[in-house]
């Protein structure tokens, strides 16, 4: 099993960044391939962007493309989600998670979770 705890969120104008970190603990973080979710108040929880177990192979959601960017350092056991050029639409509560098997972009996909980090996005 892995605990997870997401670090990093904040208020933000728009056209700014933040970087969001994922701490976990556990089990050997490198077996998991990580993933990035997001759920905005009244919404579903949404598949941002996700990465295999080595960072060699990583995905998005189109809505994230060319402004975020998913890494990961196995060595300290941390996940990471840069956000650039940050939108009012990115507001929400960002959540990291973890998965024995690859970049599955369905939340039921994912066996752990963090608690999540609020990011407000003001215009």
């Known amino acids: 099993q892995v605990h997870l705890a997401e670090s990093g969120g904040g208020l933000v104008q728009a056209g700014g960044s933040l970087r969001l970190s994922c701490a976990a603990s556990?089990?050997?973080?490198?077996?998991?391939?990580m993933g990035w979710f997001c759920q905005a108040p009244g919404k579903e929880r949404e598949f941002v962007a996700a990465?295999?177990?080595?960072?060699?192979?990583?995905y998005y959601a189109d809505s994230v493309k060319g402004r975020f960017t998913i890494s990961r350092d196995n060595a300290k056991n941390t996940l990471y989600l840069q956000m650039n050029s940050l939108k009012r639409d990115d507001t929400a509560v960002y959540y990291c998670?973890?998965?024995?098997?690859?970049?599955?972009?369905?939340?039921?996909?994912?066996?752990?979770w963090g608690q999540g980090t609020q990011v407000t996005v003001s215009s």
């Open positions: 556990g089990r050997t973080f490198s077996i998991y391939a």
């Open positions: 990465i295999n177990w080595s960072g060699g192979a990583t």
């Open positions: 998670a973890a998965n024995h098997g690859g970049l599955y972009t369905v939340p039921r996909d994912y066996g752990y």
